[in-house]
């Protein structure tokens, strides 16, 4: 859309329910990680809408759709069984309150599906998003005293969206014809990237990484081999002067987490030296040996969500795990193992795990599948999915209430639009 067919949309007779999906949509991306809560706010807003709107539609379910649901139920059902089984604590009536989200997920997808020109409202800020995550980063990093990129929730979520944001803008800049969004989608692809770079999250670097090496397999036909070209010449040029210039306590930290990462594995664990577990690279190693001490000894669901601190703090009394690993009444609710797989096999055991996987591999088969139906989209979808895979190595992404946000608006808007784009080609044959 241009911003003429912008005013005539909103001037014309388009439904509110429309209307207002649009904006939303549209406001999602723009003050992500700079305004709290704009992310849940935001999705909180959609959710409340659909109660009324999901229903008002007769246009039926598709295949893909209706196995797409049946996984989020069999998630939503792995929660509450293991929650029943293992006994309802504090800590799983809290977390229950973050896996609502994925409840609320199927009339927020109703409602979505319903309104195909309304989806354009996320797809014409995403540039929009990755500039002022750039601009924040450049804030946090060299004028708020905190010296890298960190936002309103902290580094990780902030370089994990930033290279979603990155990678969607140089989609759109390799697969747009009209220069001036080729130039602002460019413009949203370097200040994101600038957002990742800046972050120090190692697991956003590895991420940016990965998709740019995949991506020119996934927009192959969309494009010529020299835009191609010359957008990855301009983008790695952009990277390398950034790099140049990035505080070296942000480009340290991939030394610091080799030295973390050996110091961890050729020690006497029988030592004293607790210096080892209390590092960034240290604790997380510890909390994933905890986690598969307590995996083993409940395999089939787990320990129940919300659960995993007050496990870890028992293998701690017990002298099975480090106290680096021990929380604290007020933190104890809150922890997690940083590495989602771990998570979900420890709280929900096998059942859940299985159902995770599922609810990644699945729409990832749906986009790749379904390529050749609309490119530019499978390949959002792709990269949305491939990334949330390498954020889960060292984070759990599910349990937090604004990377839920992430994950499901995202998700809701390109798998709808693949499966409209299957059936929409397909009864025109």
């Known amino acids: 859309m241009n911003l003429f067919q912008i005013k005539r949309y909103f001037l014309g007779k388009t439904a ?70 293992t006994g309802w604590s504090g800590s799983s009536y809290h977390r ?59 580094p990780i ?35 994101a990237m600038l ?5 120090g999250s190692r697991n956003a670097w590895l991420a940016a990484i990965v998709s740019l090496i995949i991506l020119p397999f996934l927009i192959g ?31 340290s930290r991939f030394g610091v987490a080799t030295s973390e990462f050996k110091s961890y594995f050729h020690h006497d664990y029988g030592s004293g030296n607790e210096k080892i ?38 293998l701690v009394k017990g002298g099975d795990a480090r106290e680096a690993v021990y929380h604290g009444s007020a933190g104890v609710r809150d922890a997690q193992v940083h590495n989602a797989y771990f998570e979900v096999l420890g709280t929900q055991g096998f059942v859940g795990l299985s159902a995770l996987l599922l ?5 990832l088969y749906v986009f790749v599948h379904n390529k050749h139906y609309d490119r530019r989209i499978a390949s959002l979808g792709i990269i949305f999915i491939s990334g949330f895979m390498i954020f889960s ?6 349990v937090h209430d604004n990377f839920s946000s992430i994950f499901l608006v995202f998700l809701s808007v390109f798998f709808s639009w693949i499966v409209n784009a299957k059936y929409s080609s397909t009864r025109s044959v």
């Open 221 to 251: 036909t969309r494009t010529t081999i020299w835009r191609v070209s010359s957008g990855y010449i301009a983008i790695i040029a952009v990277t390398v002067i950034m790099i140049i210039f990035t505080p070296y306590s942000i480009t």
């Open 359 to 363: 609810m990644l591999f699945y729409p």
């Open 96 to 154: 229950l309150g973050t896996e609502m989200k994925y409840l609320a997920f199927f009339p927020f997808y109703l409602y979505v599906r319903q309104h195909p020109r309304a989806w354009q409202g996320l797809i014409m800020t995403i540039p929009l998003g990755g500039i002022v995550i750039g601009l924040q980063a450049i804030y946090d990093t060299y004028f708020s005293g905190i010296g890298r990129a960190n936002g309103i929730y902290g």
């Open 157 to 191: 979520i902030f370089g994990d969206l930033a290279v979603l944001l990155a990678i969607f803008s140089l989609i759109f800049a390799l697969t747009n014809r009209n220069k001036f969004w080729v130039g602002i989608n460019l413009l949203g692809a370097v200040m």
């Open 16 to 85: 509110f329910s429309e209307k207002a999906l649009f904006v939303l949509l549209f406001l999602f991306p723009i003050l992500s990680l700079s305004v709290r809560h704009w992310l849940s706010g935001v999705y909180s807003l959609i959710v409340l809408l659909s109660l009324y709107y999901a229903w008002r539609s007769s246009k039926s379910l598709q295949r893909e759709e209706k196995i797409l649901f049946a996984i989020f139920g069999l998630y939503f059902f792995s929660i509450l069984l293991s929650s029943t089984v």
């Open 277 to 314: 577990y209390t590092t960034s690279v240290g604790v997380r190693l510890e909390m994933w040996r905890s986690a598969l001490i307590i995996i083993k000894d409940n395999p089939l669901l787990g320990v129940g969500p919300g659960n995993m601190g007050l496990a870890m703090n028992k």
């Open 393 to 398: 190595l060292t984070e759990v992404p599910f």
């Open 195 to 199: 957002a990742v770079i800046y972050s």
